[in-house]
């Protein structure tokens, strides 16, 4: 992914927002890998990503108006957002459609529980933790995404998803221990190269 | 549970990149709204412009000073303008008025082919079409797709308001309805007393075309009597028969200015005010497409401060007769854009609402004559048709300003005069 430097991002913010499209077109090119990262993390069906990426572009680049660059980062954190927001809202649509209050009460596959062994992830690539993470159960995924990547607390995750701030605690803590797991099997399997 | 172990995953996937979907930019770009490309004036250009035109307002208010007979001269010689123009426009503007008849005429046929073709087609998807490269058409396509998202979105999430939608879709129709029948008056009323003034609106893409009528000076009638200053159909039709038919078509109501004013005599003749003015935007864009008719419907509440030089042309207990010039700075306080999809071929009409937000301050200079009655020697109501140039401000907001910057303006309202009058 190729940085913008501060001065850069700023006089491109400013061009996009006077509807430079060169300049849009280079915030997409800078930051177009990292949110379809961000988004998949969420939606890893290939079509969904899609169509997230392509309405948080569009909501970005027509409501860049109400962005106010804030220094470095703020662009990033701001396109981010909009993306987490995009998503869960796909994430709302589908839980509606399926129509049950139930919904979010999702599948628990049975592991061996209480792992406190926290793998040092350091040498894992970046691609099999995102892999690791898209292969997670609807529920563990979107709730780690919220606590781990959006730092959001039990509370707010409780209230942006409709469930309880215990089932929230509950969902992330069984993420974590398959993520551990398959972290601690990964790593086992390629104990060499690590 | 440890949270240093969430730090580190977050950390590490910090940067961590996914290659977007191929063809991904050029899907967003073609959803994007088009921008006008605005040439920005500085704030210091702007402060100039309003500048020169305080320094015109008061070099003529001292020349009418200097010369008794200088306000019939102006009367005559803006007589003789406004014959001109009318004279220069009438022919003109029945031109107008009867190519966008004909182009309504043309719109039907086309809508009567496609819907024998849609009839033909049956089960054939509809391939979406691009807009032609129209800046508005563009907009509110793009605009449209974003309200139907939306829309998808309301739809899945409260089943219960669809009666909510259904009293909603039936007063769209009606308001569609009424639109129609007002659109006929506006061709009606285009007799030979109003004066008439078309000015093309420059579009080079497509063949646009801008029908002014100032129904304002219509004899005997008040121009805010009525429930609409219907002044202004400024269309831009675009059609391109190699993709069906296509319109798009931006039709902006006149806005009238509402004042409070306070007004202090620098002499006899002239004076310097300054108040606050109230004016709100109405403007409606059709586009139209094979399948679906949008409709976006545009209110802006704009709060503007003027700064003017008057010049007395006839000053008595009753009446004062001025002519007056100045800038004006606005700001758009609140808006609104209520959408309509009409989709021929469902034979339904959803319709959904957002707020606007127009950045920004419009500027403005604007001269006009004026007509006050005095109700005590410090209150008077006026009435003041004039002309108006809005400068470029840096909003993708469509409105009257930024589609007719040079344009005609009604304001009235109650002015205090802070010297006795005579």
Known sequence: MTLLTKENERSLVERAKSGDRLAMKQIYDCYSNYLAATCSRFLPDKAEMKDVLQDSFIKIFSSLDKFAYRGEGSLKAWMRQVAVNESLKVLRRRRSKVGSAISYTWDQPDIEDESDDEPDIGNVPEEVIQNMIEALPDGYRTVINLYAFEQKSHKEIASLLGITESTSASQLHRARAILAKEINEYKRKNGDAL | ?422
Request: net charge negative; aromatic share 8%.
């Open chain 2, 1 to 422: 549970m440890n949270e240093d172990w969430f730090g580190k995953l977050r950390d590490k996937m910090e940067d961590y990149g996914k290659s977007a979907p191929e063809g991904l930019w050029d899907e967003i770009e073609a959803s994007l709204p088009k921008k006008r490309q605005v040439v920005s004036l500085s704030w210091v250009w702007k402060s100039v412009a309003i500048a020169a035109a305080l320094v015109i307002g008061v070099f003529a208010t001292v020349r009418i000073g200097h010369r008794h007979n200088a306000p019939a001269a102006i009367v005559a010689q803006a007589e003789k303008e406004t014959t001109d123009v009318s004279k220069a426009t009438a022919k003109q503007e029945t031109a107008e008025v009867v190519s966008v008849a004909e182009d309504s005429q043309a719109k039907k046929l086309l809508l009567a082919s496609v819907q024998k073709h849609q009839r033909g087609m049956k089960e054939e998807t509809i391939i979406p079409q691009d807009i032609p490269s129209s800046s508005s058409a563009e907009e509110t396509s793009a605009e449209r797709k974003e309200d139907l998202s939306e829309q998808k979105l309301d739809d899945s999430e409260s089943g219960d308001e669809d009666k909510a939608e259904e009293e909603e879709a039936r007063r769209t129709e009606e308001f569609l309805r009424k639109a129609e029948a007002e659109d006929r008056a506006v061709k009606r009323t285009a007799h030979p007393v109003s004066v008439g003034l078309s000015i093309g609106s420059g579009a080079t893409e497509s063949n646009s075309s801008g029908v002014f009528n100032t129904m304002m000076f219509d004899a005997g009638k008040s121009p805010y009597s009525g429930n609409k200053i219907d002044g202004i159909a400024t269309r831009a039709v675009t059609k391109d028969v190699a993709r069906e038919n296509i319109y798009d078509d931006a039709s902006h109501k006149r806005p009238v200015r509402m004042g409070i004013m306070v007004n202090y005599p620098l002499s006899k003749v002239f004076g310097i005010e300054s108040g606050i003015n109230y004016s709100m935007l109405n403007s409606t864009f059709t586009t139209t497409s094979s399948r679906t008719e949008t409709e976006d419907s545009q209110k802006l509440h704009y709060i503007g401060i003027p700064v003017n030089v008057t010049a007395n042309i006839l000053n008595t207990r009753y009446f004062r007769i001025y002519a007056m010039a100045g800038g004006m700075g606005e700001k758009c306080v609140s808006g609104r854009v209520t959408t309509s999809v009409r989709d021929e071929k469902a034979g339904n009409v959803r319709t959904s609402k957002k707020d606007l937000d127009v950045e920004g301050l419009e500027w403005s200079i604007n001269a006009a004559g004026g007509l006050q009655f005095n109700i005590t020697d410090f209150v008077g109501i006026y009435a003041e048709p004039g002309v108006s140039y809005h400068f470029d401000s840096n909003s993708s907001v469509n409105t009257i300003y930024t589609d007719r910057q040079f344009d005609f303006a009604f304001n009235f309202g109650i002015r205090f005069s802070l010297n006795k009058r005579r």
